[in-house]
T-cell receptor, first 115, second 113 residues
Framework: QKEVEQNSGPLSVPEGAIASLNCTYS??????FFWYRQYSGKSPELIMS????GDKEDGRFTAQLNKASQYVSLLIRDSQPSDSATYLC???????????????FGGGTRVLVKP | DGGITQSPKYLFRKEGQNVTLSCEQN?????MYWYRQDPGQGLRLIYY???????QKGDIAEGYSVSREKKESFPLTVTSAQKNPTAFYLC????????????FGEGSRLTVL
């Protein structure tokens, strides 16, 4: 079982619709969760971080965390063609604090927003 | 402007040659990281460093080496021992040892001919 799993997609959504992305993780002790957006050929950029159960909203993005079920999701409201990218889920696997901070990334979900 | 600078952006290498990828940051971040990304894949951690003169192996360190002689700099050497070095290499930094919010450089794309 991969430590962080995402559906690779592509997830095709019409412009203006809601895109829903899911991510599951295996380490029950994980405490920090991140969503990165990566345009083709570019480096990832952080769009959301979430640390506690529930929802966190930032503009058109909402991150949802459920530690009991070990999943984190990202909703993109009013999807725009400029949202077409790969979205990477990352989990802080810091079970051993002496080992420092390490992020484990999922394989990413490719999102295509069609006008 | 603060940021992370990686060079070169594109690099071609013949089999059996070592190459060094540069990563410099002026964000005053403590921690720095090297990730590798293969086409259609997520990021895999090669090495990371929490403080100067100290670094730890990530999940795929074999065939790579790093140094951290200055806070600002974290170069990665891809040695001839790395069996499949063609990939997109990403350097990142974070504010502190416990931070998970990474800032990435633009990446270096290495192709072995």
């Amino acid at each position: 079982q991969k430590e962080v799993e995402q559906n690779s997609g592509p997830l095709s959504v019409p412009e203006g619709a809601i895109a829903s992305l899911n991510c599951t993780y295996s380490d029950r002790g994980s405490q920090s969760f991140f969503w990165y957006r990566q345009y083709s050929g570019k480096s990832p950029e952080l769009i959301m971080s979430i640390y506690s159960n529930g929802d966190k909203e930032d503009g058109r993005f909402t991150a949802q965390l459920n530690k009991a079920s070990q999943y984190v999701s990202l909703l993109i409201r009013d999807s725009q063609p400029s949202d077409s990218a790969t979205y990477l889920c990352a989990v802080n696997s810091n079970r051993i604090k002496a080992a420092g901070n390490k992020l484990t990334f999922g394989g990413g979900t490719r999102v295509l927003v069609k006008p | 402007d603060g940021g992370i600078t990686q060079s070169p952006k594109y690099l071609f290498r013949k089999e059996g040659q070592n190459v060094t990828l540069s990563c410099e940051q002026n964000l005053n971040h403590d921690a720095m990281y090297w990730y590798r990304q293969d086409p259609g894949q997520g990021l895999r951690l090669i090495y990371y460093s929490q403080i100067v003169n100290d670094f730890q192996k990530g999940d795929i360190a074999e065939g790579y080496s790093v140094s951290r002689e200055k806070k600002e700099s974290f170069p990665l050497t891809v040695t001839s021992a790395q069996k499949n070095p063609t990939a997109f290499y990403l350097c990142a930094s974070s504010i502190g040892r416990g931070a998970g919010e990474l800032f990435f450089g633009e990446g270096s794309r290495l192709t072995v001919l």
